[in-house]
């Protein structure tokens, strides 16, 4: 079992950045790969970054070459670097996990997930 814990959230103009965290209890967290999901009322949810193990990483074009995911196997933790920030970005992020090492870019292939943070833009 694995329990997922964001933090970083917040309110930000257009154009900023924001650095979301996602602590991972386990001691298996360096054999999961990890994503960043997030979600919009009335619209699917969008797989942004994810990364593998080895640290391999994708993006969705809608935020490729503004957002970069990382992950820290030493503190169990993964984040999320956030730049220039535009209104739809506002959403609800997941951070979650999936019992494999490969990268997954749908959001049903991840089997652990945390509760979610806030994430609005301001124009």
């Known amino acids: 079992q694995v329990q997922l814990v964001e933090s970083g959230g917040g309110l930000v103009q257009a154009g900023g950045s924001l650095r979301l965290s996602c602590a991972a209890s386990?001691?298996?967290?360096?054999?999961?790969?990890m994503g960043w999901v997030r979600q919009t009322p009335g619209k699917e949810r969008e797989v942004v970054a994810a990364?593998?193990?080895?640290?391999?990483?994708t993006y969705a074009d809608s935020v490729e070459g503004r957002f970069t995911i990382s992950k820290d196997n030493t503190k169990n933790t993964v984040y999320l670097q956030m730049n220039s920030l535009k209104p739809e970005d506002t959403a609800v992020y997941y951070c979650?996990?999936?019992?494999?090492?490969?990268?997954?870019?749908?959001?049903?292939?991840?089997?652990?997930w945390g509760q979610g943070t806030q994430v609005t833009v301001s124009s």
């Open positions: 979650a996990a999936r019992k494999y090492r490969s990268i997954a870019t749908l959001g049903n292939r991840y089997d652990y």
């Open positions: 386990g001691r298996t967290f360096s054999n999961y790969a």
């Open positions: 990364i593998s193990t080895p640290d391999y990483t």
